[in-house]
Protein backbone atom coordinates (compact mmCIF):
# COMPACT_ATOMS: atom_id res chain seq x y z
CA UNK A 1 0.00 0.00 0.00
CA UNK A 2 2.45 2.39 0.62
CA UNK A 3 4.09 1.79 -3.29
CA UNK A 4 0.27 2.48 -4.47
CA UNK A 5 0.32 5.49 -2.34
CA UNK A 6 3.58 6.97 -3.63
CA UNK A 7 3.30 6.32 -6.94
CA UNK A 8 -0.50 6.56 -7.88
CA UNK A 9 -1.09 9.41 -4.94
CA UNK A 10 1.19 11.63 -3.44
CA UNK A 11 3.33 11.88 -6.90
CA UNK A 12 2.28 15.56 -7.83
CA UNK A 13 3.47 14.92 -11.38
CA UNK A 14 1.00 12.71 -12.29
CA UNK A 15 -2.41 13.97 -13.91
CA UNK A 16 -5.21 15.19 -11.20
CA UNK A 17 -7.67 13.09 -12.65
CA UNK A 18 -5.64 9.18 -12.26
CA UNK A 19 -4.42 10.76 -8.58
CA UNK A 20 -8.20 11.45 -7.64
CA UNK A 21 -8.91 8.19 -8.87
CA UNK A 22 -6.65 6.23 -6.93
CA UNK A 23 -7.09 8.46 -3.95
CA UNK A 24 -11.24 7.00 -4.08
CA UNK A 25 -9.35 3.71 -4.10
CA UNK A 26 -7.26 4.29 -1.18
CA UNK A 27 -10.37 6.10 1.12
CA UNK A 28 -12.24 2.70 0.13
CA UNK A 29 -9.86 0.69 1.59
CA UNK A 30 -9.52 2.90 4.77
CA UNK A 31 -13.59 2.87 5.08
CA UNK A 32 -12.83 -0.63 5.23
CA UNK A 33 -10.27 -1.08 8.02
CA UNK A 34 -11.78 1.82 10.02
CA UNK A 35 -14.96 -0.46 10.15
CA UNK A 36 -13.16 -2.81 11.55
CA UNK A 37 -11.10 -1.02 13.77
CA UNK A 38 -7.93 -2.19 12.07
CA UNK A 39 -4.96 -1.19 13.85
CA UNK A 40 -3.36 -0.01 9.82
CA UNK A 41 -6.63 2.05 9.37
CA UNK A 42 -5.71 5.53 11.35
CA UNK A 43 -2.27 6.15 9.83
CA UNK A 44 -3.56 5.73 6.26
CA UNK A 45 -6.34 8.04 7.25
CA UNK A 46 -3.74 10.47 8.30
CA UNK A 47 -1.96 10.43 4.99
CA UNK A 48 -5.09 11.93 3.05
CA UNK A 49 -5.24 14.63 5.96
CA UNK A 50 -1.52 15.42 4.95
CA UNK A 51 -2.81 16.07 1.22
CA UNK A 52 -4.63 19.48 2.28
CA UNK A 53 -1.82 21.41 2.07
CA UNK A 54 -1.73 20.36 -1.80
CA UNK A 55 -4.03 22.87 -3.79
CA UNK A 56 -4.69 20.17 -6.98
CA UNK A 57 -6.55 17.36 -4.73
CA UNK A 58 -7.04 19.31 -1.18
CA UNK A 59 -10.80 19.63 -1.81
CA UNK A 60 -11.09 16.12 -3.23
CA UNK A 61 -9.22 14.49 -0.76
CA UNK A 62 -11.37 16.55 1.94
CA UNK A 63 -14.16 14.65 0.55
CA UNK A 64 -12.95 11.36 0.84
CA UNK A 65 -11.63 11.66 3.93
CA UNK A 66 -15.30 13.02 5.04
CA UNK A 67 -17.14 9.88 3.51
CA UNK A 68 -14.79 7.39 5.47
CA UNK A 69 -17.56 7.19 8.33
CA UNK A 70 -20.25 6.91 6.46
CA UNK A 71 -21.08 3.30 5.11
CA UNK A 72 -24.70 3.66 3.48
CA UNK A 73 -24.78 2.48 0.32
CA UNK A 74 -21.57 1.03 0.78
CA UNK A 75 -20.96 -3.04 0.07
CA UNK A 76 -19.21 -2.41 3.20
CA UNK A 77 -22.40 -4.04 5.40
CA UNK A 78 -23.48 -6.99 7.24
CA UNK A 79 -25.50 -7.99 4.74
CA UNK A 80 -21.89 -8.77 2.53
CA UNK A 81 -20.49 -10.38 6.08
CA UNK A 82 -18.04 -7.26 6.48
CA UNK A 83 -16.87 -7.21 10.17
CA UNK A 84 -18.01 -3.70 11.46
CA UNK A 85 -16.98 -3.28 14.98
CA UNK A 86 -19.05 -1.24 17.11
CA UNK A 87 -18.15 2.66 17.83
CA UNK A 88 -16.18 2.76 15.25
CA UNK A 89 -17.07 6.01 14.49
CA UNK A 90 -16.48 7.39 17.57
CA UNK A 91 -12.76 5.66 17.40
CA UNK A 92 -11.87 7.58 14.14
CA UNK A 93 -13.46 10.91 15.22
CA UNK A 94 -11.41 10.69 18.68
CA UNK A 95 -8.50 9.66 17.28
CA UNK A 96 -8.67 12.71 13.90
CA UNK A 97 -10.97 14.90 15.99
CA UNK A 98 -8.22 16.59 17.72
CA UNK A 99 -5.93 16.57 14.90
CA UNK A 100 -8.37 18.55 12.93
CA UNK A 101 -8.62 21.05 15.21
CA UNK A 102 -5.10 21.16 15.61
CA UNK A 103 -3.73 21.45 12.52
CA UNK A 104 -6.77 23.88 11.21
CA UNK A 105 -5.53 27.77 10.21
CA UNK A 106 -7.88 30.27 9.25
CA UNK A 107 -5.44 31.47 6.79
CA UNK A 108 -7.07 33.73 3.99
CA UNK A 109 -6.94 31.77 0.49
CA UNK A 110 -5.54 28.41 2.14
CA UNK A 111 -6.14 25.64 0.17
CA UNK A 112 -5.38 23.37 3.79
CA UNK A 113 -8.30 25.83 5.65
CA UNK A 114 -10.74 25.08 3.17
CA UNK A 115 -10.09 21.23 2.72
CA UNK A 116 -10.58 21.05 6.72
CA UNK A 117 -14.07 23.13 6.18
CA UNK A 118 -15.09 20.95 3.92
CA UNK A 119 -13.73 17.62 5.87
CA UNK A 120 -15.63 18.60 9.06
CA UNK A 121 -19.05 19.64 6.91
CA UNK A 122 -18.99 16.10 4.77
CA UNK A 123 -18.28 14.39 8.28
CA UNK A 124 -20.95 16.23 10.32
CA UNK A 125 -24.36 13.83 9.17
CA UNK A 126 -22.11 11.20 10.23
CA UNK A 127 -21.56 11.77 13.90
CA UNK A 128 -23.20 9.23 15.76
CA UNK A 129 -25.51 9.71 18.88
CA UNK A 130 -23.03 8.96 21.40
CA UNK A 131 -20.91 11.23 20.73
CA UNK A 132 -22.53 13.51 18.61
CA UNK A 133 -22.38 16.77 21.05
CA UNK A 134 -18.87 16.41 22.14
CA UNK A 135 -17.92 15.91 19.11
CA UNK A 136 -19.92 19.26 17.21
CA UNK A 137 -18.89 21.02 20.32
CA UNK A 138 -15.55 20.26 19.17
CA UNK A 139 -16.65 21.26 15.68
CA UNK A 140 -18.53 24.65 16.20
CA UNK A 141 -14.87 27.36 16.22
CA UNK A 142 -14.05 25.95 12.55
CA UNK A 143 -17.46 25.58 11.57
CA UNK A 144 -18.45 29.57 12.11
CA UNK A 145 -15.18 30.47 10.56
CA UNK A 146 -16.59 29.26 7.74
CA UNK A 147 -20.11 30.76 7.91
CA UNK A 148 -17.44 33.88 6.71
CA UNK A 149 -15.64 32.06 3.76
CA UNK A 150 -15.74 34.34 -0.04
CA UNK A 151 -16.19 30.56 -1.49
CA UNK A 152 -19.87 29.96 -2.25
CA UNK A 153 -20.39 26.71 -2.18
CA UNK A 154 -18.22 25.69 0.63
CA UNK A 155 -20.12 28.30 2.51
CA UNK A 156 -23.33 26.80 1.54
CA UNK A 157 -21.95 22.89 2.49
CA UNK A 158 -20.91 24.92 6.04
CA UNK A 159 -24.09 26.35 7.12
CA UNK A 160 -25.46 22.60 5.78
CA UNK A 161 -23.53 21.64 8.37
CA UNK A 162 -25.48 23.44 11.06
CA UNK A 163 -28.54 22.15 9.43
CA UNK A 164 -27.62 19.09 10.06
CA UNK A 165 -26.89 19.71 14.27
CA UNK A 166 -30.20 21.29 14.10
CA UNK A 167 -32.49 18.67 12.63
CA UNK A 168 -31.35 16.06 14.38
CA UNK A 169 -31.92 17.64 17.55
CA UNK A 170 -29.70 15.47 19.32
CA UNK A 171 -29.48 15.86 23.04
CA UNK A 172 -27.54 18.55 24.22
CA UNK A 173 -27.05 19.96 20.55
CA UNK A 174 -29.37 22.64 21.37
CA UNK A 175 -27.34 23.99 24.25
CA UNK A 176 -24.32 24.11 21.59
CA UNK A 177 -26.29 26.12 19.04
CA UNK A 178 -27.53 28.32 22.27
CA UNK A 179 -24.23 29.62 23.12
CA UNK A 180 -23.62 31.09 19.48
CA UNK A 181 -27.72 31.79 18.46
CA UNK A 182 -26.88 35.18 17.84
CA UNK A 183 -23.96 34.87 15.52
CA UNK A 184 -25.69 31.95 14.02
CA UNK A 185 -28.78 33.87 13.27
CA UNK A 186 -26.94 36.85 11.86
CA UNK A 187 -24.98 34.86 9.76
CA UNK A 188 -27.76 32.84 8.46
CA UNK A 189 -29.84 36.44 7.44
CA UNK A 190 -26.99 37.49 5.94
CA UNK A 191 -26.75 34.76 3.18
CA UNK A 192 -30.77 35.11 2.48
CA UNK A 193 -30.92 38.00 0.78
CA UNK A 194 -28.84 39.07 -2.70
CA UNK A 195 -27.41 42.70 -1.93
CA UNK A 196 -25.90 44.56 -4.90
CA UNK A 197 -22.42 43.39 -4.96
CA UNK A 198 -23.03 40.40 -3.37
CA UNK A 199 -24.69 38.00 -5.58
CA UNK A 200 -25.84 34.60 -2.95
CA UNK A 201 -26.65 31.09 -4.64
CA UNK A 202 -29.83 29.29 -4.61
CA UNK A 203 -28.37 26.66 -2.74
CA UNK A 204 -26.89 28.94 -0.10
CA UNK A 205 -30.18 30.42 0.52
CA UNK A 206 -32.01 27.50 0.76
CA UNK A 207 -29.20 25.93 3.18
CA UNK A 208 -29.80 29.51 5.81
CA UNK A 209 -34.01 29.40 5.27
CA UNK A 210 -33.69 25.68 6.70
CA UNK A 211 -31.40 26.60 9.10
CA UNK A 212 -33.75 29.03 10.55
CA UNK A 213 -36.65 26.37 10.11
CA UNK A 214 -34.64 24.06 12.22
CA UNK A 215 -33.58 26.53 15.18
CA UNK A 216 -37.19 27.51 15.58
CA UNK A 217 -38.37 23.96 16.30
CA UNK A 218 -35.28 22.84 18.24
CA UNK A 219 -34.95 25.95 20.91
CA UNK A 220 -37.18 27.04 23.46
CA UNK A 221 -39.20 30.38 22.76
CA UNK A 222 -37.07 32.54 25.40
CA UNK A 223 -34.36 31.96 23.37
CA UNK A 224 -34.97 32.75 19.77
CA UNK A 225 -38.07 35.65 20.79
CA UNK A 226 -35.31 38.17 21.03
CA UNK A 227 -34.52 37.67 17.40
CA UNK A 228 -37.66 37.38 15.88
CA UNK A 229 -39.47 40.79 15.02
CA UNK A 230 -35.61 40.74 13.39
CA UNK A 231 -35.86 37.53 11.47
CA UNK A 232 -39.33 37.94 10.25
CA UNK A 233 -38.42 41.40 8.61
CA UNK A 234 -36.06 39.89 6.63
CA UNK A 235 -38.13 36.81 5.85
CA UNK A 236 -40.67 39.29 4.05
CA UNK A 237 -37.91 40.42 2.50
CA UNK A 238 -37.44 37.03 0.95
CA UNK A 239 -40.13 36.00 -0.10
CA UNK A 240 -40.22 38.14 -3.24
CA UNK A 241 -36.88 36.49 -4.60
CA UNK A 242 -36.73 35.00 -7.96
CA UNK A 243 -35.88 31.32 -6.86
CA UNK A 244 -39.12 29.55 -5.89
CA UNK A 245 -37.10 27.21 -3.75
CA UNK A 246 -36.02 30.32 -1.73
CA UNK A 247 -39.66 31.81 -1.37
CA UNK A 248 -40.86 28.06 -0.65
CA UNK A 249 -37.89 27.92 2.25
CA UNK A 250 -38.83 31.56 3.34
CA UNK A 251 -42.84 30.57 3.94
CA UNK A 252 -41.62 27.43 6.10
CA UNK A 253 -38.92 29.44 7.58
CA UNK A 254 -42.17 31.86 8.93
Same mark, same amino acid.
Given at each position: ?????????????????????????????????????????????????????? =??????????????????????????????????????? %???????? =??????????????????????????????????????????????????????? %?????????????????????????????????? %????????????????????????????? %???????????????????????????????????
Amino acid at each position: MEKFWSDNVKDSTLPVMKRNEALMIWSAVCQALVARNHPKAFPMVKKILGLFDD =ATISQHAARCFGQIPNLEGSTISKKNHAIIRLLYVQKLL %NTIGPEIK =ANYTPAIASAKSDAYLTAVSTLTPSIPKGTYTQTIDAFIPLLLRGLELQDLALRA %NVIDSFVTIVTKNEKGANEVIATHLGTLIGAMLK %NIRTEEGMPLTVRLKVCALRFLTGVAGMM %NQEDIQPFKSRVLRELQVVLDDRSKAVRHEAVAAR
